[in-house]
């Protein structure tokens, strides 16, 4: 039982890391510049875009 | 001031350079030539069987090509003493410094298991059953770190980056033709038959394997452990240009020596290369199963340590080559964990390989933009970088760059996924 409970609160420290550092890089240091939206912009898509190709080929690989 | 006394404060000052530079010198070089891992050797001996010298423009085009991205993770690193991930959280937030840190971990542990293919597969040739390559690799990629030294370790990955050069005196032994060489090297041409689907497969296939996310990554973070500093700059830019004439200097000897060799035979591998080289002439066979188990080490070792050290910046572990298992406890076991992992899957029967190898293109894809665009925006930040932003000039030619790549990467990985896309 104390075992169990040991890990549970090592898992608990674990998900306090990851919100301490999602707080300490809540917003982004880079001044925001045209050409750094456009940029973020881009990205974004590029990656929709092959996140939709990988869904289609698992789709097409599992069902097809 | 008389001759001798020039001569002689000539020389001090010559000295005095070459001093610094082999302090300073590095990270530039084991980046470089660990580039020519398990999988760009099999990209190269490919190369070299199936166009001969005819590529060799291209490869050496690349070189330049590989500087430019690397040059910058050295003036980043030097000024602001951070690694690639703690900087793309630092500068873009959170989800950025997640989406790069979580596909970084999957990317480099699927790369390793191509590496550990690759040390099992040149190994198997002398005989050696695949357990024991990964036994012994798990010593050697131990020991390298477990004395708690960086510079130790720099220095048994230079050695290893030496080994890498082994193809020189392969290509050596067949006594190429030194003009052919150099007309295909440094005048661009498309081989005969024309602009194809397998030409353009490779060509993407040699670009994928020159620039990889992981390579950002590494370089910055062993600018940062090492600790250079802003001075040592030019320095860290020699080391880089170093390196990359020597990733050149790896790629063309082994595409003279598969182009000479084995020209017009079908090769599958390095590996499948180095067997059929061994009926023509056991010492090259030799030296080529040789250099691909050093890459693939030299790999290995490079991309799990580029992981470790993003991880142990992002979560504040203590993370550096310096610091000893106990001071440093969750760099090392994850260090450990991806070599284990790496490991073990190779020595599962049946284990889908192909499809990892297959695979690796693909998340390595979706990565690779990102990286290289981060680094720029970083370097254009003048108030981070200061006088060592990013030029006009530098800008043309890194967005050019980054553009270009991005789309041949992107082209690769469409192909990897639709082998009849382009058909």
Not at chain 2, 131 to 158: C, D, F, H, N, S
Request: with cysteine.
């Amino acid at each position: 039982m104390t075992e169990i409970k040991q890990s549970l609160l090592k898992f608990s420290g674990f998900f306090r890391m990851i919100h301490e550092i999602n707080e300490r890089y809540k917003h982004p240091k880079i001044k925001m510049t045209p050409m750094v939206k456009i940029s973020l912009l881009a990205l974004r898509l590029y990656l929709l875009f092959m996140l939709a190709l990988l869904l289609y080929k698992f789709i097409q690989l599992t069902i097809i | 001031m008389s001759i001798w006394s020039k001569l002689y404060y000539y020389l001090h000052r010559v000295l005095k350079f070459i001093k610094i530079f082999a302090a300073v010198a590095g990270p530039g070089i084991i980046v470089m030539v660990a580039d020519n891992d398990a999988g760009g050797i099999t990209t190269y001996a490919v190369t070299g069987a199936k166009y001969g010298y005819s590529l060799l423009w291209f490869l050496v085009l690349l070189g330049p090509i590989a500087y430019c991205v690397q040059e910058m993770t050295v003036r980043l690193g030097a000024v602001t003493k951070r690694g690639h991930a703690e900087a793309i959280f630092d500068a873009f937030g959170s989800f950025w410094g997640w989406f790069s840190l979580l596909d970084l971990a999957i990317t480099d542990l699927l790369t390793m298991i191509t590496e550990f293919i690759g040390m099992t597969a040149a190994m198997s040739i002398f005989g050696l059953p695949v357990p024991v390559t990964v036994l012994i690799v798990w010593i050697i990629m131990a020991t390298m770190i477990l004395q708690g030294r960086y510079w130790t370790w720099e220095k048994i990955a230079l050695v290893l980056c030496l080994i890498n050069l082994i193809y020189i005196p392969a290509a050596l032994l067949i006594h190429p033709s030194v003009s052919d060489i150099l007309h295909h090297s440094f005048i661009p041409h498309i081989p005969l038959g024309g602009f194809t689907n397998d030409l353009f497969f490779l060509l993407m296939a040699n670009v994928g394997t020159t620039i990889a996310p992981w390579m950002v990554f590494f370089q910055q973070s062993t600018v940062v452990d090492k600790g250079m500093q802003e001075k040592d700059i030019p320095f860290g830019k020699i080391d880089t240009a170093v390196g990359s004439l020597l990733t050149i200097f790896v790629a063309v000897f082994l595409v003279v020596v598969t182009g000479t060799l084995l020209y017009g035979v079908q090769v599958d591998s390095a590996a499948d290369a180095a067997i059929k080289l061994m009926s023509i002439n056991p010492y090259i066979g030799a030296f080529v199963a040789i250099g691909l188990f050093d890459a693939g080490l030299l790999g290995a070792i490079c991309i799990s340590l580029a992981s470790s050290w993003a991880f142990g910046e992002v979560f504040g572990w203590a993370h550096s080559l310096n610091n000893k298992i106990r001071e440093a406890p969750w760099f090392y076991a994850y260090y450990f964990f991806t070599l284990l992992v790496a490991g073990t899957v190779v020595m599962i029967p049946g284990a889908p390989l192909v499809l990892i190898t297959l695979f690796v293109q693909v998340v390595a894809t979706t990565l690779l933009p990102a990286a290289l665009v981060f680094l720029i925006l970083i370097l254009n930040n003048e108030e981070l970088m200061g006088k060592y932003k990013n030029t006009t000039v530098q800008n043309i030619l890194n967005f050019s760059i980054v553009i270009g790549l991005v789309l041949l990467s992107t082209g690769y990985c469409l192909s990897v996924m639709f082998p009849n896309l382009f058909t």
